[in-house]
């Protein structure tokens, strides 16, 4: 689905739109948990999603975020419309100098337990993401982060490493964004979804009613939310989880649930718009499907027996020269996805390309002979076995049609023998942490509309994939772009950090894509422009 960048900003503006908390539905025709009444009934969302747990420090995933941002109250969010962050439960927030971003807190704000949110809870809560610093958390968000002071209760000075960060308000809207109870968490661990639910330390939107992990979330309206997004249009709010996306399709064509939304297969999407009962809505998304590479446990990386980085940056390149990847968006997800050629999605501000000229044909299409020379000018002995790790149910069913591809793709070049394995999420989110996986597969879903999004939290020292990779040139350039503030030059800036990464290949990008949402046919004013993440927000939906 092509698109201009501006639609695309648009779209990814609407991260901050809609929450459930604005959503309000005719209920579930099939007699499901509507309520009624002019209030606007209960919404039901169905996804495939999984919650890997309700602690901000503890997670950097969309099945998680997408719960917190209904539960959890943030000093920012996406203002309706643009892509522009805006005060949430903040009443000002602006850079008083720059390397200090000051926010003043609304008045007479309070968790659902009855305990006072000021400055103190803001501090505790950035401070506790950087020192639990949880690999499967967002604290690579929080780099450029130096302290957190609380001048009185109302008011939050954020003293920065580097000036003039051009990014840190949408980082404050993102997933290390999450205000918390100190009177409820621990400082220095991840504490357990059922120990958060029964501190009830909840602000956003909703308060959990009931909670079955990763089974049924009931929410209730928050009457004393007093953030951007506004009270409830609804009289409450399910999220349900289904373990396959089959599931998932048959309950939305059969009214069970309201909306449907991550993961349904291309083909489900083929067959739902044939379907009279449901409406499907398509936006254009920022949703970028790539290849991890572990450089510890990689062929040849640094823990190997046979440790050789050259011979390692053969491997990396090869499967760069061999993988199809409008095969992959064309057969496996029917023009859902887009080839990627960078680790920034086309339609960002200061995207580039560069993995379309580096390697394959030099157009977009896979090179055998560039694959074969790369190994041959390191001295590479072909086959080389690569144990490639794909996870079935996060990412969609049709993972693992995507990733048997891969392995025929590469195993057909006679370059590589591949072992393919794949795990499920909850255990998959840690595992690969843990070098349990010398090459795998993970996605991606923007925290904010910018394209440092793709670049700091996968590239610089400390990252979120904790795949060992680092090198000091793309550091500096991902710490220039930051803070450069002539739009022109940080563009170029941009490009340049994207053709160094690109070079080094510590992820390999494959697709770019749509945003899809199902909803009932007696569930209106879906808005048709999507949140491109996904993670955070539902649409629109009224009656």
Known sequence: MPTTKKALRSAIALAGVSALALTACTGPSGGGTNTGGAGGGTITYGTTDKVVTLDPAGSYDAGSFMVMNQIYPFLMNAKPGTADSTPDIAESAEFTSPTEYTVKLKSDLKFANGHALTSSDVKFSFDRVVKIADPNGPASLLGN????????????????????????????????????????????????????????????????????????????????????????????????????????????????IDVAGRSLTATDVADLEKDSKVKVHKGPGGELRYIVFNFDTMPFGAKAPDADPAKALAVRQAMAHIVDREALATQVYKGTYLPAYSVVPDGFVGATQPLKEMYGDGTGKPSLDKGKKAFSDAGVTAPVTIKLQYNPDHYGESSGDEYAMIKEQLEKSGLFKVDLQSTEWVTYS????????????????????????YLTPFFVPG????????????????????????????????????????????????????????????????????????KTRLGVISK
């Open 145 to 256: 982060l130096a302290s957190v002071a609380t001048p009185d209760d109302q008011t939050v000075v954020f003293t920065l490493e580097d000036g003039n960060d051009q990014v840190f308000p949408g980082v404050l809207a993102a997933n290390s964004g999450p205000i918390v109870d100190e009177e409820v968490f621990p400082a220095d661990k991840v504490m357990t979804d059922d120990e958060i639910v029964k501190g009830k330390p909840f602000a956003g939107p909703y308060t959990i009613e009931s909670y079955k992990k990763n089974e049924l979330i009931s929410l209730k309206p928050n009457p004393d939310y007093k953030g951007l997004l506004g009270k409830p249009a609804n009289d409450g709010a399910n999220i349900k989880y289904y373990a396959d996306a089959n599931n998932l399709k048959l309950e939305v064509q059969q009214g069970g």
């Open 430 to 453: 840690k595992d690969r942490t843990a070098d349990a996986y010398p090459v795998y597969q993970l996605g991606w879903f923007p925290d904010y509309s910018d394209a440092d999004n």
């Open 463 to 534: 990252n979120f994939l904790g795949n060992h990779y680092e090198n000091p040139a793309v550091t500096e350039l991902i710490g220039k772009q930051l803070t450069t503030v002539d739009k022109a030059e940080r563009e170029k800036v941009l490009g340049e950090a994207q053709e160094a990464v690109a070079k080094d290949l510590s992820t390999l990008p494959l697709l770019q894509g749509a945003q899809l949402m199902v909803a009932g046919a007696n569930v209106k004013g879906v808005d048709t422009t999507l949140d491109a993440s996904f």
